[in-house]
């Protein structure tokens, strides 16, 4: 008689201190849900004001010269976005090369220490970094610039030196072997192999930028997003509509753009 094959467990047997370590993360999460999490009164009583407020938004205000005003932010956020990217995502590209493992000029201290730097550039939100330059330079399109650099730098370095560090080694170690130096190997044989990861990943920074860009001007620094809160200030909520149908036109022309640009280098 032939023995039935043993099925295995559905889920892992957990040890007890998994188990005990998985009993605190879900307390952890129960309870901040029941402290921050919003009750279903507050929600009951939200939802009336809700549609107060999209009533006073409505319709959107569309006369000429606001609509002129609001077309010369979108173009001014638009540049922000676009230069801060372009210059992150260049300066982006050596940072990664020194913070990829086996593959930068300065070695396993170098990458550490790169890394760490890029990691802190990520860490701290867009909105910090915001304050801190318009402190720094003052009001304007200039602070949202380097906002955005700073921010591309934190986003493109890391997926950067990830694909630099999974490139082919054969055509390096080729290279290599005939002399070449560690630049020629990364002109050589990396970039041409993750190109194209390097330019889907720009285009992920490019469409993250505009929308930086648009909420880094909450805090003035220039662009659409402080035309909207000047709105929100001043309770001129159709002229706050129209802003915000603008930046979803914007924002949704630029995720069309992107996608196309991504399935053709696909």
Known sequence: MS??????????????????LSIGVAAVVIVSILQVAPSVGQLADGVPNLANLVSRMLPPNLESAFLQRTFWRILETFQIALAGAVIGIVISLPIA??????VGPFGRIGAFLTKAFVSFLRTVPDLVWALLFVATVGLGAVARTM????DTIGFCGRFFA????DS????????SAIGGNRL???????IPDVMP???????FALEKAVRSSVVLGLVGAGGIGQELKVAFD???????????LVIFVIVLGMEWVTDRLRRKLQ
Not at 97 to 102: K, L
Not at 162 to 165: A, T
């Open 197 to 203: 990861s390097l330019i889907n990943s720009s285009l």
């Open 3 to 20: 023995k039935i094959a043993k099925l295995p467990p559905r889920l892992p047997r957990l040890s007890p201190l998994s188990f005990a």
């Open 184 to 190: 020629s190997i990364l002109f050589g044989a990396i």
């Open 97 to 102: 090369w020194i913070s990829a493992r086996g």
């Open 168 to 175: 082919e080694k054969e055509p390096q170690e080729a290279i």
């Open 147 to 150: 906002t955005i650099v700073v």
């Open 234 to 244: 001043m309770f001129q909520y159709r002229n706050a509509s129209t802003i915000i």
């Open 162 to 165: 990830e694909v630099i560090e």
